[in-house]
T-cell receptor, first 112, second 114 residues
Framework: DGGITQSPKYLFRKEGQNVTLSCEQNLNHDAMYWYRQDPGQGLRLIYYSQIVNDFQKGDIAEGYSVSREKKESFPLTVTSAQKNPTAFYLC???????????FGSGTRLTVV | AQSVTQPDIHITVSEGASLELRCNYSYGATPYLFWYVQSPGQGLQLLLKYFSGDTLVQGIKGFEAEFKRSQSSFNLRKPSVHWSDAAEYFCAVGNSGGYQKVTFGTGTKLQVIP
């Protein structure tokens, strides 16, 4: 079945380290998104990409970076510049023809 | 700018009772509206969506929502809640042109008591 795979499910990072969260989709969707979820704050958009080799900053891009070298993949790097990285990270994708996002199951990042 | 307000942070209902979750949106044109559900530690699953046409839309798991343009609302309803409906529910509004930009509300956490 088609879907979005996020890995790992849980990730622990020491302060000062960069970490990369994986997001892979086999839905043939053109657009992909990264959201951060904190309790009581809903979902906040970090980055999005509409096509390969192109991406735009969302509302809270500082301290994060992305790449889109393949249509299927949209990895997110949480850099040491992100002041408060502990959160639940969700990847999503969408097609041009069907409105609505498909979400992955998320990665919980904890800074220790 | 588009926005969504979910005024209820937590709601508790008894199993078998009816449910209504409130959602108000702000958008300049005809919006695309969504309800998603999230179980703890999981991603979001689409319950239903509204683009145009009949203002009462049916979704999965027995949920429905009604679009009321005059009230800028898109409330989610279910006639009889099951214990498995306990989860967090997110209302979202999307733009009607260009790339899909969807803005989410802050969510309503539903507790179901026996």
């Amino acid at each position: 079945d088609g879907g979005i795979t996020q890995s790992p499910k849980y990730l622990f990072r020491k302060e000062g380290q960069n970490v990369t969260l994986s997001c892979e989709q086999n839905l043939n969707h053109d657009a992909m998104y990264w959201y951060r979820q904190d309790p009581g704050q809903g979902l906040r958009l970090i980055y999005y990409s509409q096509i390969v080799n192109d991406f735009q900053k969302g509302d809270i891009a500082e301290g994060y970076s992305v790449s889109r070298e393949k249509k299927e993949s949209f990895p997110l790097t949480v850099t040491s510049a992100q002041k408060n990285p502990t959160a639940f990270y969700l990847c999503a994708s969408s097609s041009r023809t069907v409105y609505g996002y498909t979400f992955g199951s998320g990665t919980r990042l904890t800074v220790v | 700018a588009q926005s969504v307000t979910q005024p209820d942070i937590h709601i508790t209902v008894s199993e078998g009772a009816s449910l209504e979750l409130r959602c108000n949106y702000s958008y300049g044109a005809t919006p695309y509206l969504f309800w998603y559900v999230q179980s703890p530690g999981q991603g979001l699953q689409l319950l239903l969506k509204y683009f145009s046409g009949d203002t009462l839309v049916q979704g999965i798991k027995g949920f429905e929502a009604e679009f009321k343009r005059s009230q800028s609302s898109f409330n989610l309803r279910k006639p009889s809640v099951h214990w498995s409906d306990a989860a967090e529910y997110f209302c979202a509004v999307g733009n009607s042109g260009g790339y899909q930009k969807v803005t989410f509300g802050t969510g309503t956490k539903l507790q179901v008591i026996p």
